[in-house]
């Protein structure tokens, strides 16, 4: 692969904007727990003002994955991450978990997310991820149908590709990711489902080395944060600490998911 600039690889910064919807789509009735719900709360409140400082400190851009839900919500953290020249992604409309038994309520909230986003800001996505890791080829047909150009849901390669839809024709951009450069597995702490909460060397460590062979391979690094989680004091110094370790490297090129799909699919053409 080719980056622009004669990069080495392509890092994207991406934060999956839940705020409460994390909690609202594992479990309905956290409706009614003001305690797991404020978790959400920090992340729009507190988190995206303290990330967009510090992605303004590098001039860096990143993709807000965003569910419709919280852009209602919280409109103004929708303008103040425009205003900074950041993406906003689709992220589905309450953080729905994929049910591949029920296409049409997968349609239903792959529309009204997207109705949300253009009610608050104006805007029409280009890009897609699903909520809670996982997707369907349901939600992969109607990220080509209403011509979004990347999904980003998907763990099977470390270089992006080219969906190819069930009657062989070409779909969607896919900008793979993993869970070992996601924050949720190693600061996420739920009271149903306890789990240790890493500390920033630890979880440093697992970043820095994934992104050093992943520059090796000339592939895509692929950050997926939460305002909720990465937006907490000493998580923001991670993120700097990250950041500054992939600049000092030198030669990855720091882009949007719609960037990144785009100068992909200029690469495919060109072959
Ligand atoms: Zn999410």
Redesign the pocket.
């Known amino acids: 692969m080719i980056w622009p600039n004669k990069a080495k690889c392509a890092v994207m910064l991406t934060f999956?904007f839940?705020a409460e919807t994390?909690w609202l789509s594992r479990d309905p009735s956290n409706a009614g727990r003001p305690g797991v719900l404020s978790q959400g709360i920090y992340g729009a409140q507190r988190g995206v003002p303290e990330i967009l400082r510090v992605l303004a400190d590098y001039h860096l851009p990143a993709t807000f994955?965003t569910?419709g839900w919280t852009a209602e919500k919280y409109p103004d953290r929708i303008h103040a991450i425009l205003a900074d020249g950041h993406e906003i992604g689709h992220?589905g409309y309450l953080?729905e978990w994929v049910d591949p038994a029920k296409p049409a309520e997968e349609r239903a909230a792959f529309e009204k997310g997207l109705e949300a986003l253009d009610r608050v800001a104006g805007i029409r996505p280009t890009g897609y991820?699903s909520?809670?890791g996982e997707t369907s080829s349901n939600l992969i047909s109607l990220i080509r149908e209403y011509g979004l150009v990347y999904d980003s849901s998907l763990m099977n390669d470390v270089y992006p590709y080219r969906h190819t839809m069930p009657d062989g024709t070409p779909g969607p951009v896919e900008l793979p990711w993993h869970w070992s450069t996601d924050d949720a597995p190693h600061m996420m702490f739920a009271v149903q489902a306890p789990r240790q909460i890493r500390n920033n060397d630890d979880i440093f460590a697992t970043w820095r080395d994934e992104f050093d062979a992943i520059r090796q391979m000339g592939a895509l690094y692929n950050l997926v944060m939460?305002p909720q989680f990465t937006g907490r004091p000493s998580r923001l110094m991670l993120l700097r600490r990250i950041i500054e370790h992939i600049l000092d490297r030198g030669d990855a090129w720091i882009a949007t998911g719609h960037d990144v799909a785009t100068a992909w699919a200029a690469e495919e053409a060109r072959k």
């Open positions: 999956d839940d994390l994955f569910p992220h953080h991820r909520p809670a939460h």
